[in-house]
């Protein structure tokens, strides 16, 4: 009998994390008591909003792109992104010394084009509601000759990814249960990766907004679902269908998918601020809106959370989570 190896193995994971040693942080995780005592159970927070660009997209952007020959590097990387993974490749492009070109939505949040500008990227937009990402972005790099590099479908980012769940669990031991976002499951898929290698006990549980539950959809029907662009708070999980690559890993490793509401994500992200005093995006709180809404049952005794980033600026945060939204 013959077993087909995973296109991303725990080694792969290994492997990202010493690429990444020294260049990405190794995030802090943290406790909070007030936590605990709401979900009656130990609550082990992964604080990506502290990693270099404010979000876990580093990881990936870097382990992928730092494996680029001499040769792709000179002629520079392409990517799209709503803005974190953005932010990352542009990043990792200036730390290797190549050029960057970005495909972005024009109703990318202010910040993150900003930012992504700032770490020396040239920025080209598209219609997210009426245009194709991927096709602007690979036409892109065909005409300029670049390399893309995207956001998730990549074995290379999936594995940098899941180094953020193999830190995690370095730390805190066997967990019962991981909440991760996603998106297009580029996160979840190499953190169920890691987790699941070593503690296969271990439930992995994805955390999708409401309007954008792509990847629930799909996994109940057993393939890849399309539905509307969706219109959410979470701009980093606003998309309408699971990676093939990321989808052929979930539906493996997964356990569950739940779902938030906007308002639901606006209680999380102003209980973040207020009571731990860390601000989170609107879709780097998704999993802490699981939790707090109960959405995912009974906790068992030990629990992690994978808050994936915090990149909102302070006019969007305050009319996301001020006294009067």
């Known amino acids: 009998m013959t077993t087909t190896t995973p296109p991303v193995t725990l080694d792969d994971v290994r492997a990202a994390a010493e690429r990444l040693e020294g260049v990405a942080h190794r995030t802090p995780v943290l406790r909070s008591r ?22 876990f997209k580093f990881r990936g952007a870097y382990n992928a792109a730092s ?33 960057a070109v970005i495909v972005m939505p024009e109703d990318a949040p202010p910040s993150k084009r900003a930012a992504t500008e ?23 790099a065909a005409e300029r000759g670049l ?30 249960v991981l909440l991760a976002p996603v998106g297009g499951g580029g996160l979840i898929a190499g953190c169920a990766t890691a987790v699941k290698a070593l503690h296969p006990g271990t439930r992995v549980i ?27 708070i979470a701009d980093g999980q606003a998309l309408h269908i699971p990676g093939e690559l990321t989808f052929s890993l979930n539906r493996r490793l997964l ?48 629990v992690g959370l994978i808050l994936s980033g915090g990149n909102i600026d302070a006019a969007r945060f305050a009319r996301l989570c001020g006294s009067g939204a």
Do not use: W
């Open 34 to 55: 007030t936590l605990d005592a709401l979900a009656g159970a130990e609550i082990h927070l992964k604080c990506e909003n502290f990693q270099r660009v404010g979000a």
């Open 67 to 99: 494996r680029l020959t001499p040769g792709q590097l000179s002629r520079g990387i392409a990517a799209y992104s709503s803005g974190n993974h953005a932010q990352a490749v542009a990043l990792a492009a200036r730390e290797l010394g190549a050029t």
């Open 118 to 140: 700032g770490y020396g990227a040239e920025i080209v937009t598209y219609d997210r509601y009426g245009g194709d990402r991927v096709a602007v972005a690979e036409a892109l």
């Open 147 to 176: 390399t893309l590099v995207p956001p998730y479908e990549h074995p290379h980012v999936i594995a940098g990814q899941g180094t953020a769940a193999l830190e995690l669990v370095e730390e805190t031991g066997a967990l019962d």
């Open 206 to 232: 994805g955390v999708e907004p409401e309007a954008g539950d792509d990847t629930r959809r799909s996994l109940e029907a057993g393939r890849r679902v399309a539905i509307p662009v969706p219109r959410t």
């Open 255 to 302: 356990d569950g998918i739940v779902l938030v509401g906007d308002d639901e994500i606006r209680e999380a992200m102003r209980f973040a601020f207020e009571r731990l005093k860390i601000v989170l995006e609107p879709s780097g709180a998704t999993p802490l809106a699981a939790l707090l809404t109960g959405r995912v049952g009974p906790l068992p005794p030990r």
